[in-house]
């Protein structure tokens, strides 16, 4: 079979099918990735703990921070505790709180969404101050509404007037021609 049949059947297969979890397997949220494979999750109880992805969803799936996952135990496991068995998607998890099989711990909104919320809310904190200031300024530089991407770390950048006298020195051309 080569790599994009494999890749099409596995995406599909994750994609269209509702898995619930058995006796013995558990939905944990992924806090992050350690690497080669591994990743740390946590329980609806608060328990920490590193999970291996199999290797039929390495390099086919990604999993980020936040999502949520079935999991078999290892008994045997050390350090790695349980191998990642489904990935749960949105529609994964409306289908299982409708069931009420969905663990009590992870009933609130995603954490992607209340850090989305909290922006929203610095946002708009900051929108009220400014409009305090100044009353009538224009709406066209609101950027409330826009999606905050909570994977990425935010930088400011700040230009400098130095560096802008330079280059329109520079473009001028009217220094150093000499004859």
């Known amino acids: 079979m080569s790599k994009a049949t494999k890749r099409k059947h596995v995406v599909k297969e994750v ?12 939905i944990m949220r992924v806090l992050g990735s350690n690497g080669n494979n591994l990743h740390e999750a946590v329980t609806d109880s608060g328990e920490q703990f590193l999970l291996s992805m199999p290797p039929k969803y390495r390099k086919n799936l990604w999993i980020k921070r936040g999502d949520f996952v079935i999991v078999d135990p290892i008994k045997e496991g050390g350090k790695v505790k349980g191998e990642i068995s489904f990935i749960l998607y949105r529609d994964h998890i409306r289908y ?3 069931l009420g099989i969905w663990p009590k711990g992870f009933h609130e909104s995603h954490p992607t969404a209340e850090m989305n919320e909290g922006m929203q ?8 101050g400014q409009e305090e200031a100044a009353p009538d300024s224009d709406s066209e530089n609101d950027d409330s509404d ?3 991407n909570t994977n990425r770390t935010t930088v400011l950048y700040s230009e400098s007037e130095e560096e802008t006298d330079e280059e329109e020195e520079e473009c001028d051309g009217t220094e150093g021609n000499a004859l």
């Open 96 to 98: 299982l709180r409708k």
């Open 146 to 148: 826009l999606f905050v």
């Open 15 to 26: 994609l269209e099918e509702h898995v619930t979890p058995t006796e013995d397997q558990q």
């Open 121 to 128: 809310n610095v946002q708009n904190e900051e929108k009220n």
